[in-house]
């Protein structure tokens, strides 16, 4: 266990001599601040590394995981992630992404009460009951499985755009796309879900705010 642990220390040096090789000066400039284009809204499964999938160094895209990349508007800790990323950082792309063989979405199908997590999971199942018929319409297990990963991510774009951070900063002009991405774990391939908010989410007007 202590070797274990003892490892990430050593990985973390290692990692250091490589970027100084690379260029003297990397820290001081990571040190001076940050840019990112992008707000990255992912799953906490270790499987699903941002930075990895995307090929992106540090600097250039803003984090934020949860279970099932969930996007709650009673959530202050999202909700703080995405007022900075956009009104401060002025990122230009919010990707949601959720990945296949998600143990969140596997859970909200079920009926076992877990304990603490049952709150969390419930609002996963209100993405499955919203998307209920599409979902359990698909022929085997598997491919309800996958399709409701999809149309949680789906929902979940869907609350961004109802949010007032992403409506203010579009009714200001700025630059800000909203995306929905699957990452499959089998092939390590990012697919875009392709989400028009205006088309696929017919109860928008409800949540508009005036310009």
């Not at 990255?40 to 160094?57: K, L, M, Q, Y």
């Not at 990323?85 to 199908?109: D, N, P, R």
């Not at 007032?164 to 499959?184: F, R, T």
Request: aromatic content about 10%.
């Amino acid at each position: 266990m202590q070797q274990s642990y003892a490892r990430l220390f050593e990985n973390n040096r290692k990692w250091v001599s490589d970027k100084l090789n690379l260029d003297p000066d990397y820290f001081k400039k990571m040190a001076e601040g940050q840019k990112p284009k992008y707000l990255f809204i992912g799953c906490s499964d270790s499987r699903v590394p941002a930075n990895e999938i995307t090929g992106t160094e540090p600097g250039e895209m803003f984090v934020h995981r949860n279970i099932a990349n969930m996007v709650v508007h009673t959530d202050m800790n999202l909700m703080s992630v995405l007022q900075y990323a956009v009104q401060v950082l002025k990122v230009e792309h919010v990707i949601v992404c959720g990945h296949y063989g998600c143990g969140g979405v596997a859970a909200a199908m079920g009926n076992k009460s877990l304990g603490l997590i049952d709150a969390w999971l419930r609002n996963i199942k209100d993405s499955y009951s919203k998307n209920r018929d599409y979902v359990e319409a698909a022929e085997s297990d598997d491919a309800r499985f996958r399709r409701l990963v999809e149309s949680n991510v789906k929902e979940q774009v869907f609350n961004l755009h109802m949010t007032s951070i992403v409506q203010m900063a579009k009714n200001a002009g700025q630059d800000l796309q909203v995306h929905g991405w699957v990452y499959d774990l089998h092939d390590g391939l990012l697919n875009d879900l392709e989400i028009d908010h205006e088309k696929h989410f017919t109860d928008f007007d409800l949540y508009e705010f005036d310009k």
